[in-house]
């Protein structure tokens, strides 16, 4: 596992501590993928109800609060495929 993706999975279980209902997967283009689901934040590339794609700028920018997700999607900087509705419940991690 990378050090960006096991970064990522460590702050995303501090903003997430209960876990969520259903599974979203971040995909970080070269570096590798992130789901999280009722266990929490982890490393790995199952399938998962909506996949957020973006770069490591777009992420990590994200992560910082430095970019809105829904401004990294209106931009084109963040891809959205599956279930919109269970995307949107993440926003509150990214603020």
């Known amino acids: 596992m990378s050090d960006?993706?096991?970064?990522?999975?460590a702050a995303l279980n501090e903003r997430i501590e209960d876990g969520i209902d259903g599974s979203v997967k971040?995909?970080?283009e070269d570096e590798g993928s992130i789901?999280?689901?009722?266990?929490g934040a982890h490393a790995g590339d199952d399938e998962a109800d909506?996949?957020?794609?973006a770069d490591l700028d777009t992420f990590r920018a994200m992560?910082?609060?430095?970019?809105?997700?829904?401004a990294a999607f209106m931009s084109g900087k963040l891809t959205i495929?599956?279930?919109?509705?269970?995307?949107?419940?993440l926003?509150?991690?990214f603020a």
Do not use: S
Request: aromatic content about 2%; glycine content about 10%; charged content about 20%.
């Open 4 to 9: 960006v993706i096991e970064a990522a999975v």
């Open 26 to 28: 971040f995909v970080i």
């Open 35 to 39: 789901v999280v689901d009722a266990a």
């Open 50 to 53: 909506v996949t957020l794609t």
């Open 63 to 70: 992560m910082e609060g430095d970019l809105n997700p829904t």
């Open 81 to 89: 495929d599956g279930d919109m509705g269970m995307a949107m419940k």
């Open 91 to 93: 926003g509150a991690a």
